[in-house]
């Protein structure tokens, strides 16, 4: 049974940096797409970092690109995503996801698209 805990999270200042870490368990991350989501109060669940594939190829929403980065650790099946120059609006609780990749023509992209999720870790961006 996949199991993905989140860790990280945490209360920092506007510009400031935050390192989030997904602990995956019960599976064999080489084998998984893997992604970060957030969801702030009374929004949607919004994709914002993804890795899929043999070749970590990585994609970002645009509210994140140039300052988030997400990588992974195969051996440690671990999911990292680095946040950089954070905004309040970065304010939300941020999950790992995974799916099982079944080749380029599928999408990783959509909440719909992963079946196994963490818990969440929650992420303020206060002055």
């Known amino acids: 049974q996949v199991h993905l805990e989140e860790s990280g999270g945490g209360l920092v200042q506007p510009g400031g940096s935050l390192n989030l870490s997904c602990a995956g368990s019960g599976f064999t991350l080489k084998y998984y797409a893997a992604a970060w989501f957030r969801q702030a109060p009374g929004k949607e669940r919004e994709g914002i970092s993804f890795?899929?594939?043999?070749?970590?190829?990585?994609n970002y929403a645009d509210s994140v690109k140039g300052r988030f980065i997400i990588s992974r650790d195969n051996a440690k099946n671990m999911v990292y995503l680095q946040m950089n120059s954070l905004k309040v609006e970065d304010t939300a609780v941020y999950y790992c996801?995974?799916?099982?990749?079944?080749?380029?023509?599928?999408?990783?992209?959509?909440?719909?698209?992963?079946?196994?999720w963490g818990q969440g870790t929650q992420v303020i961006v206060s002055s």
């Open positions: 890795i899929v594939g043999n070749d970590d190829v990585t």
């Open positions: 996801a995974a799916e099982r990749y079944r080749g380029p023509l599928f999408q990783y992209r959509q909440t719909t698209d992963f079946s196994s």
